[in-house]
């Protein structure tokens, strides 16, 4: 079946400091990917995807690319804030027939501290 | 803002109450979505609806019972549930079924004594 692994948190990272957060995946097909991000009280917003191998999804500053060969989805940025402390999810889509649906890691707590 | 809202936000139940939770996607969405999300687990799928016919049920307890009157509204029916069934459960919606962005809303905190 599909399935998505995150590393495990909590992670705590400076102000300023770099962060990737791995994410890999199991799938049958060629699916696409996603990260979620999870603020305090929030419901899941949309981070960024992609879409195919190679494909390099980017917002706020976050970046992550598609890599088919080691089936892999690392979200990174360069720099982090105080203010991206929140909960983070990698997650797949795969068409299945029209019976699509997104299948989930774990999710990784990220607190950043000044 | 993301144009889901979810009633209520937090609720308290003995296990022999019957309560409802409400969902309402303010985006002209076609499908949606109950997800559970309990601590240290993976968010977990429950009941899909597309244009208001239910596509998937992942082996939820009959204790859930879900409802779509219509694609805005979506209801999760809750009766004689378990402390184990205490989590936050969150509705979302997409334009289509698939690859297309979920949309969540805040989710409500549901403990069952």
């Known amino acids: 079946g599909n399935s998505v692994t995150q590393m495990e948190g909590p992670v705590t990272l400076s102000e300023e400091a770099f962060l990737t957060i791995n994410c890999t995946y199991t799938a049958t097909g060629y699916p696409s990917l996603f990260w979620y991000v999870q603020y305090p009280g929030e419901g899941l917003q949309l981070l960024l995807k992609?879409?195919?191998?190679?494909d390099k999804g980017s917002n706020k500053g976050f970046e992550a690319t598609y890599r088919k060969e080691t089936t892999s989805f690392h979200l990174e940025k360069g720099s982090v804030q105080v203010s991206d402390s929140a909960v983070y999810f990698c997650a797949l889509s795969l068409s299945n027939f029209g019976n699509e649906k997104l299948t989930f890691g774990t999710g990784t707590r990220l607190t950043i501290i000044p | 803002e993301t144009g889901v809202t979810q009633t209520p936000r937090h609720l308290v139940m003995g296990m022999t109450n019957k309560k409802s939770l409400k969902c309402e996607q303010h985006?002209?969405?076609?499908?949606m979505y109950w997800y559970k999300q309990s601590a240290k687990k993976p968010l977990e799928l429950m009941f899909v609806?597309?244009?208001?016919?239910?596509?998937e049920n992942n082996s939820v307890p009959s204790r859930f019972s879900p409802e779509c009157p219509n694609s805005s509204h979506l209801f999760l029916h809750l009766h004689t549930l378990q402390p184990e069934d205490s989590a936050l459960y969150l509705c979302?919606?997409?334009?289509?079924?698939?690859?297309?962005?979920?949309?969540f809303g805040p989710g409500t905190r549901l403990t069952v004594l």
């Open positions: 992609a879409t195919k191998a190679d």
């Open positions: 979302a919606s997409s334009q289509r079924l698939g690859t297309d962005t979920q949309y």
């Open positions: 985006l002209g969405h076609n499908a």
């Open positions: 609806y597309n244009f208001k016919e239910q596509t």
